[in-house]
């Protein structure tokens, strides 16, 4: 069932599933071979072309080849194979599928090429896909996905990628160890959103495009596993053997990234809750933030408002281990930066439900909804 893999002393080795310290909760990190694969076939497809461009730039101005470097250079590698059929399929699906819903699959699933649908034990991971759609298609479009996965897998001879670059896993393993967040992050979260899970999970990947993360759910019979996906979020040194830098020697950054990712598994299925017609009554906030949205990957009103909530319980949370500092770092950069115009708002109603028990986290989350209704 296994699709994990740790770097530990130079090796590749098959790892149990970490056991998290009930009393200090202490996070995980592990590496899955599935996501690797798909970091780099998604890349290939996806985003090769225009980060390969001389002149190509990010927003914050840095070259795109110099952003993607290390998923450039094995796009070089195995440019052979970037117009494969089955690298086009599983591009495409890529391109289709939620993030999390897509990387909850791959995690649960056998190691590429081995890996195959068990229709009945793996219904909770296939349902999502076949949402809003024929169920019987989008199925079949998962199981089409995965043999054309262990087909390419096998084709590239991808095991040998894991084996010639064990020690870069084995850095990047060492500098995320070095910035861990403090233990109290997740007790912290544990009380303010008062719910916990089972485990908590950094899954950092150094061919997920850099700059992309995304929140994950994992379950095993009734316990839970919440993690936070994430690529490399700085320029890399990986050619100088000497010098290696992968780019995740960040403490604030792992902090405020796990924060927000595991936020999402703590407040999402609140935000589910609220009644559509509540959505629909604030639906005009969008119009004015449309673009600046849109420019994020949040195309709904709807879509929004789980990043309202999240990034709220974001600041509230920094303020609650006393990092007054970087929570008005945070809440001036949504509201200024990423155009989260009604943030303090949110704010203030989950401070209001963190200072009196008897407030439910669902219910401070209507009491939002019915304040922004009277918003101009």
């Excluded at 996905?145 to 897998?153: E, P, V």
């Excluded at 084709?155 to 910035?179: C, G, H, P, Q």
């Excluded at 935000?271 to 959505?279: E, H, K, R, S, Y």
């Amino acid at each position: 069932m296994t699709a994990i893999f740790l770097v530990w002393i130079g090796q590749l080795a098959t790892a149990q599933p970490f056991r998290s310290n009930a009393r200090s909760k202490e996070i995980g990190i592990q590496f899955y071979k599935n996501i690797e694969f798909l970091g780099l076939i998604f890349f290939m497809g996806s985003m090769a072309t225009e980060a390969s461009q001389e002149d190509a730039r990010m927003p914050d101005g840095k070259k795109k080849s110099d952003w993607f470097a290390y998923d450039l250079s094995l796009y070089k590698k195995y440019k052979s194979f970037a117009t494969h059929p089955d690298l086009l399929i599983m591009a495409r699906f890529g391109e289709q599928a939620e993030g999390s819903i897509l990387a909850s699959l791959l995690i649960h699933l056998d190691e590429f090429p081995r890996a195959a649908i068990r229709p009945g034990k793996d219904r909770p991971y296939l349902q999502p896909f076949g949402r809003q759609r024929d169920s019987a298609a989008a199925i079949k479009e998962v199981v089409e996905f995965i043999a054309a996965a262990n087909r390419l897998y096998h084709a590239m001879n991808f095991d040998s990628y894991f084996r010639d670059n064990a020690r870069l896993y084995e850095k990047a393993l060492a500098e995320i160890r070095s910035v861990l967040p403090d233990p109290r992050l997740i007790t912290t979260m544990e009380q303010f959103y008062r719910k916990s899970f089972a485990h908590y999970a950094l899954i950092p990947s150094l061919t997920i495009p850099a700059g992309m993360a995304f929140g994950v759910n994992y379950t095993t019979g009734d316990k839970t596993t919440i993690m936070n996906l994430f690529g490399p979020f700085a320029l890399q040194q990986f050619n100088d053997t000497t010098a290696l830098n992968l780019g995740f020697a960040d403490a604030s950054h792992i902090r405020e990234l796990s924060t927000h990712e595991f936020g999402h598994s703590f407040s999402n299925p609140l935000v589910a809750l609220i009644p559509p017609t509540l959505v629909k009554e604030t639906a005009r906030l969008f119009p004015p933030v449309k673009e600046a949205m849109e420019n994020q990957g949040y195309n709904t009103w709807n879509a929004c408002l789980y990043e309202y909530f999240v990034r709220a319980g974001e600041v509230v949370i920094a303020r609650k281990l006393g990092l007054q500092q970087s929570a008005d770092r945070l809440e001036k950069y949504y509201v200024e930066g990423r155009k989260f115009v009604h943030l303090p708002l949110v704010i203030a109603e989950l401070e209001k439900y963190d200072r009196d028990p008897a407030i439910t986290c669902q219910q401070a989350m209507l009491n939002v909804m019915e304040k922004l209704k009277t918003q101009p």
